[in-house]
């Protein structure tokens, strides 16, 4: 299997490589060697852009593309699909992304590595064609319900997230995320599966593809969206630097509250405890979608509790260690409504 090192050349087919549909995630690499872009046949162009496996323990993406190159092979498909697959080595181990790896999801707005030009080749080509629009898939960790992440509150864009289901959540951070890389020129979300292996999310996944195949165009108006329920980003919930922390009440620094991910896409008060602590300070800290620290706008820390000052909604909440220390606990949110245009 190859190594982190290996990953940063785009390989690039006009055909899927012969049996790709037939292997698992785990075993692609003995297929593609790393970052692969693949063109699927279809009767209408310009294509779609469907990114899968940005994280290597994401396999609902994998998962609808195997059907979707399944289909291709016995005929056209309605639209031409340009298929990005991405971290295969995570994929081999089940991780998000490997020790040594940018998350890669966080590469698509420029850097000095060698996947930072891979992936600007990548931008590059996806912006040549002018996509009909992007889809990148992706699973959580947690207890969420099905939803998409929207980056502009544009008829275009929130069209195509009203196909996948009535829950939106509008976010601009971080700007290295390729749903939000791809939306300065083309009609683009991020779709949230619930958890790999969710029948449910496939199923809901795979429709939202194929139905974007099969219009000719995403409305130019927002009637089509007018049941769409929007939440905006306010802020990254994360744990404080260097501390050792639990979700099940064993000792650490900071002992977060068990039953946290059944309060996904539920407006949570502000005498619900989030975790406990003997820090002077709250040890959850809440990064704006600006890069600046708002922990203390969102939480307080009275006699070793944090609560939050102000009622919100959070999304994402997990409970899994490793997305809790190398992405986030979670996020806060507020329901929006769309303005007079809409």
């Not at 009637?223 to 260097?242: C, F, N, P, S, W």
Request: hydrophobic letters at 40%.
């Amino acid at each position: 299997m190859s190594g982190p090192s290996n990953v940063m050349r785009l390989s690039i087919f006009d055909t899927p490589p012969y049996g790709l549909e037939d292997v698992s995630a785990i075993n692609l690499g003995t297929i593609l060697d790393g970052p692969s872009l693949i063109h699927l046949r279809g009767e209408q162009t310009p294509p779609l852009v469907v990114s899968v496996l940005l994280h290597g323990n994401e396999t609902t993406s994998w998962d609808v593309a195997r059907a979707l190159i399944a289909r291709a092979r016995g005929r056209p498909l309605e639209r031409a699909i340009m298929l990005f697959v991405g971290n295969i080595p995570a994929s081999a181990a089940g991780k998000r992304y490997l020790p040594g790896q940018p998350d890669f999801n966080r590469i698509w707005s420029g850097g000095d590595q060698p996947i930072h030009a891979l992936a600007a080749e990548t931008l590059s080509i996806f912006r040549s064609v002018g996509p009909f629009a992007v889809i990148d898939i992706h699973n959580n960790t947690g207890r969420n319900p099905l939803y998409s992440c929207v980056s502009r509150l544009e008829p275009q864009h929130l069209h195509l997230a009203s196909i996948f289901t009535d829950l939106a959540v509008y976010y601009t951070n971080p700007p290295s995320a390729l749903s939000v890389a791809c939306s300065a020129f083309s009609p683009s979300i991020a779709v949230e599966c619930g958890r790999s292996g969710d029948p449910a999310g496939y199923e809901t996944a795979l429709e939202l593809v194929e139905k974007s195949l099969r219009i000719d165009a995403l409305r130019q108006d927002f009637q089509a969206v007018r049941a769409l329920k929007l939440y905006h980003t306010l802020g990254r919930i994360m744990l404080e630097d260097g501390s050792t922390f639990s979700f099940d009440g064993a000792d650490a620094d900071i002992m977060i509250e068990p039953g946290i991910e059944t309060w996904n896409f539920r407006p949570i008060g502000t005498e619900a405890v989030w975790a406990r602590s003997g820090k002077r300070k709250s040890p959850l800290r809440v990064i704006g979608e600006d890069g600046s620290d708002m922990t203390d706008k969102f939480f307080r820390q009275e006699a070793g509790e944090t609560r939050l000052i102000a009622p919100a909604t959070p999304s994402m909440l997990s409970t899994d260690r490793d997305n809790a220390r190398l992405d986030c606990l979670g996020y806060l949110m507020e329901g929006i409504t769309l303005g007079a245009e809409g």
